[in-house]
């Protein structure tokens, strides 16, 4: 009777296994599905307005005043990098998934890489006043490619969930453990607890359908984290902002 109890289990055990594991694929199927239907509306999202703004130069560059093309220009410019972010995301996803990712580790100075970055964002950032807390000399062991992405990507996510005229921290501090933490800090909507644990998760978006973005930006993330040897994290308070973190071994 013993034995037979424990055959029946082991079935009813792999039975509940093999359902679970129908259930996560179906679950990646739908989410895969998603982002498909996602990144194409991204993708046209900047394409039509810089279709648009172009068209109206075009068709009445004379008549407009020089402030407003001036405007125009740059909100054409705006588009233009919100298109080669997700580009370079999609790109990075795509190299992830072939298992072609190439990670150079050196000594790289925070400071520096930080403002390049900053720089490189440039409109994407605007209307968020910029707090910058990362000591000059603080150096950690990175592919400088892969920390100027994962800096791109979080930043691009702050200022996406985080009202205009709201500030984004970056932060850098050594640990105390041999490594250095650096965070961006945002003023945001915030994640709910529940979620957190998913947001680095391929293809997941907060609040499911209702989030802007891809949902590959986070995994993208964290995957050039641990392939240099690191690891990320985030905490949030629902309507009063996020903090993601990035923990690297400092360089000597």
């Given at each position: ?23 996560q ?8 599905s ?7 509306h991204?993708l ?19 008549s ?13 410019a ?9 580009i370079?995301?999609?790109l ?11 990670i ?7 400071a520096?890489?930080v403002?390049?970055?900053l720089?490189?964002?440039?409109s ?19 592919d ?25 921290r ?37 609040g499911?359908?209702m ?7 986070l ?11 690191g ?22």
């Amino acid at each position: 009777v013993s034995e037979r109890r424990r055959a029946e289990q082991t079935l009813a055990d792999a039975y509940d296994r093999e359902r679970e594991a129908s259930r996560q694929l179906r679950e990646l199927d739908r989410l895969k599905s998603d982002f498909v239907s996602t990144v194409s509306h991204e993708l046209r999202t900047p394409l039509t307005s810089i279709k648009g703004f172009a068209e109206t130069l075009v068709v009445r560059w004379s008549s407009i005043e020089e402030d407003l093309r001036r405007e125009l220009v740059q909100r054409i410019a705006t588009a233009g990098l919100r298109l080669d972010h997700l580009i370079s995301d999609l790109l990075d996803f795509t190299r992830l998934e072939r298992g072609q990712l190439r990670i150079e580790l050196g000594p790289r100075e925070l400071a520096p890489l930080v403002g390049n970055t900053l720089e490189r964002l440039g409109s994407v950032l605007d209307g968020h006043p910029i707090e910058l807390d990362v000591p000059p000399g603080l150096a950690v062991v990175a592919d400088e490619t892969a920390l100027t992405r994962i800096l791109e990507n979080l930043l691009t996510n702050a200022s996406k969930f985080a009202e205009a005229g709201t500030p984004i921290r970056i932060a850098a501090e050594r640990s105390g453990r041999g490594s250095v933490v650096l965070s961006v800090i945002d003023r945001g909507t915030g994640i709910p607890t529940d979620e957190l644990e998913r947001i680095f998760d391929r293809f997941y978006r907060v609040g499911d359908s209702m989030a802007p973005g891809t949902g590959i930006g986070l995994a993208i993330v964290k995957e050039f984290v641990e392939a240099q040897q690191g690891r990320v994290w985030a905490q949030s308070t629902v309507g009063e902002g996020s903090v993601f973190s990035v923990e690297l071994r400092e360089a000597a």
